[in-house]
């Protein structure tokens, strides 16, 4: 039984309809229990880690995806035999929601385009700008190529500028879920999988088993949506949100406003919400002062950690030449790790998702400049000032911290900065692990290739930046000008 702290965590993939479905859970269990949704988590890898580890409860998935991306099995499996093997790790899936949302390639609509796919081997010129997720996945484009011996290489593009792309010529062949709602906004073929590779990916819920008895007056409201949400319903629904752009809060209260459950209006357990609006008032919306403390918080918490890592390092490197090159090395080759390669690999070390990990990625990145610019300032330190103050019998704790470190600390002090400044760009990628921050935003406007929303993200985060640059230079002049008395003085 869930105590009256505890919360019931609802989480979602990084593409319009998992925000959606994620969005209906959320509400039809709010009358229940306290739930908070953990938004666009990113792919299938990341989503499952965060339900591994207890940091969500519950997410919508695909039959697909788990018999053939989560569970590895080379051929289709029964649904009972998945349950037994998803029992072992202490997961279930359960409430089929009533549509079956496939994958398929789309070409734009043009009298000489193919009308299968079988008949792309024959089209060795035609660019294919699929999905990150589609590439890497068992069921993806690997699979695909060998049953259909499709020649093309394929180039990585995110689902949410895909349409863009292909409207633009870009890009001819792009990968699509069949409940895509610009399929018909931009008149697109899709090609018929006439040798049946895709399986169906009917809409199920994958959740802890634990969640079920923690929370069962909102499980047993969750179980009312079974059957309930229809194709038609579910193309609507990413239609209102990717053409309309309406909020996905008030897409998910439309839908259950019309669409009542177990004889109640759905109505009571909507929040308000409004569509969403310009530019302005995307930025300026209610999540700005949450969003900003958690940027904010990421990036203090960040370069502080990296300051209390980072200028001992520094110091080290400074002082024995034989360290220094592995040292910088060190920090440099971490520096080069990709953001969401480090945050994928980060969660199941930690074995769990948000605020920790998006730290530890924040702290990595921002060891480099820290530690470079207080080896450099520390030798930069003049020879005769240190002989001298070894004359005068100075300790070398002393000399470090009364002579050295006064002498180096505007170099120190730059390379903070820089540390600072490239956190607060950095710390956008924390959203795609539930972190929070301006990143949301991003995220989100990803998914819906909304430009407004992008920049609603982006406009902030430069903002904080430009003001984290402008503290830093007054910091540095006032040690400059403090520096400078302190040397003219008698």
């Given at each position: 039984?869930?105590?009256?702290?505890?919360?019931?965590?609802?989480?979602?993939?990084?593409?319009?309809?998992?925000?959606?479905?994620?969005?209906?859970?959320?509400?039809?269990?709010?009358?229940?229990?306290?739930?908070?949704?953990?938004?666009?988590?990113?792919?299938?890898?990341?989503?499952?880690?965060?339900?591994?580890?207890?940091?969500?409860?519950?997410?919508?998935?695909?039959?697909?995806?788990?018999?053939?991306?989560?569970?590895?099995?080379?051929?289709?499996?029964?649904?009972?035999?998945?349950?037994?093997?998803?029992?072992?790790?202490?997961?279930?899936?359960?409430?089929?929601?009533?549509?079956?949302?496939?994958?398929?390639?789309?070409?734009?609509?043009?009298?000489?385009?193919?009308?299968?796919?079988?008949?792309?081997?024959?089209?060795?010129?035609?660019?294919?700008?699929?999905?990150?997720?589609?590439?890497?996945?068992?069921?993806?484009?690997?699979?695909?190529?060998?049953?259909?011996?499709?020649?093309?290489?394929?180039?990585?593009?995110?689902?949410?500028?895909?349409?863009?792309?292909?409207?633009?010529?870009?890009?001819?062949?792009?990968?699509?879920?069949?409940?895509?709602?610009?399929?018909?906004?931009?008149?697109?073929?899709?090609?018929?999988?006439?040798?049946?590779?895709?399986?169906?990916?009917?809409?199920?819920?994958?959740?802890?088993?634990?969640?079920?008895?923690?929370?069962?007056?909102?499980?047993?409201?969750?179980?009312?949506?079974?059957?309930?949400?229809?194709?038609?319903?579910?193309?609507?629904?990413?239609?209102?949100?990717?053409?309309?752009?309406?909020?996905?809060?008030?897409?998910?209260?439309?839908?259950?406003?019309?669409?009542?459950?177990?004889?109640?209006?759905?109505?009571?357990?909507?929040?308000?919400?409004?569509?969403?609006?310009?530019?302005?008032?995307?930025?300026?919306?209610?999540?700005?002062?949450?969003?900003?403390?958690?940027?904010?918080?990421?990036?203090?918490?960040?370069?502080?950690?990296?300051?209390?890592?980072?200028?001992?390092?520094?110091?080290?490197?400074?002082?024995?030449?034989?360290?220094?090159?592995?040292?910088?090395?060190?920090?440099?080759?971490?520096?080069?790790?990709?953001?969401?390669?480090?945050?994928?690999?980060?969660?199941?070390?930690?074995?769990?998702?948000?605020t920790v990990p998006a730290l530890?990625?924040?702290?990595?990145?921002?060891?480099?400049?820290?530690?470079?610019?207080?080896?450099?300032?520390?030798?930069?330190?003049?020879?005769?000032?240190?002989?001298?103050?070894?004359?005068?019998?100075?300790?070398?704790?002393?000399?470090?911290?009364?002579?050295?470190?006064?002498?180096?600390?505007?170099?120190?002090?730059?390379?903070?900065?820089?540390?600072?400044?490239?956190?607060?760009?950095?710390?956008?990628?924390?959203?795609?692990?539930?972190?929070?921050?301006?990143?949301?935003?991003?995220?989100?406007?990803?998914?819906?290739?909304?430009?407004?929303?992008?920049?609603?993200?982006?406009?902030?985060?430069?903002?904080?930046?430009?003001?984290?640059?402008?503290?830093?230079e007054l910091l540095e002049r006032?040690?400059?000008?403090?520096?400078?008395?302190?040397?003219?003085?008698?």
């Amino acid at each position: 039984m869930a105590t009256a702290a505890d919360t019931l965590h609802v989480g979602s993939k990084r593409f319009t309809e998992s925000y959606i479905l994620g969005e209906v859970l959320t509400q039809v269990a709010a009358p229940h229990a306290q739930v908070e949704h953990l938004q666009g988590l990113g792919n299938t890898a990341i989503v499952l880690a965060a339900l591994q580890a207890g940091r969500i409860d519950v997410y919508p998935e695909y039959l697909g995806t788990i018999d053939l991306e989560i569970l590895k099995h080379d051929k289709p499996a029964t649904l009972e035999q998945m349950r037994e093997e998803l029992a072992l790790m202490g997961l279930g899936v359960a409430v089929p929601l009533g549509f079956n949302n496939s994958y398929a390639l789309a070409m734009r609509g043009d009298a000489d385009a193919p009308h299968k796919l079988s008949e792309l081997a024959a089209r060795g010129q035609l660019r294919f700008g699929l999905s990150h997720e589609f590439i890497g996945r068992a069921d993806g484009w690997q699979g695909l190529a060998a049953r259909y011996g499709l020649p093309q290489r394929p180039q990585g593009l995110d689902h949410g500028l895909a349409y863009e792309a292909l409207k633009g010529r870009q890009v001819d062949v792009i990968d699509i879920y069949s409940t895509d709602a610009r399929i018909g906004q931009y008149r697109l073929r899709v090609l018929e999988d006439d040798r049946a590779y895709f399986p169906r990916y009917d809409a199920v819920l994958l959740y802890r088993l634990d969640a079920a008895q923690r929370f069962p007056a909102a499980w047993k409201a969750i179980q009312a949506l079974e059957g309930r949400i229809s194709e038609a319903d579910m193309i609507a629904m990413n239609a209102a949100a990717e053409i309309e752009r309406k909020s996905f809060t008030r897409v998910a209260g439309d839908w259950l406003a019309a669409h009542p459950l177990a004889g109640k209006q759905a109505a009571a357990a909507q929040r308000p919400a409004a569509a969403r609006d310009g530019l302005l008032a995307q930025v300026f919306d209610h999540n700005l002062g949450r969003l900003t403390r958690q940027h904010l918080t990421l990036v203090l918490l960040a370069v502080a950690v990296a300051c209390l890592i980072g200028v001992p390092l520094g110091m080290l490197a400074a002082f024995m030449p034989r360290l220094r090159q592995v040292v910088l090395g060190l920090t440099g080759v971490l520096q080069t790790i990709p953001s969401l390669a480090l945050l994928a690999l980060l969660i199941p070390l930690l074995g769990m998702i948000g605020t920790v990990p998006a730290l530890v990625a924040l702290v990595v990145y921002a060891l480099l400049p820290i530690v470079r610019n207080t080896c450099t300032g520390m030798l930069q330190v003049p020879e005769g000032l240190k002989l001298a103050a070894k004359a005068l019998g100075l300790r070398p704790m002393q000399r470090l911290v009364h002579i050295e470190l006064p002498l180096a600390l505007p170099v120190i002090l730059a390379g903070v900065k820089t540390a600072a400044v490239m956190s607060v760009g950095t710390a956008t990628i924390a959203a795609f692990i539930g972190a929070g921050g301006f990143g949301e935003r991003i995220t989100i406007g990803l998914a819906l290739n909304d430009n407004d929303m992008l920049l609603a993200g982006a406009i902030p985060a430069a903002v904080l930046a430009l003001l984290t640059q402008g503290l830093f230079e007054l910091l540095e002049r006032a040690v400059t000008n403090r520096h400078q008395l302190s040397v003219k003085s008698p």
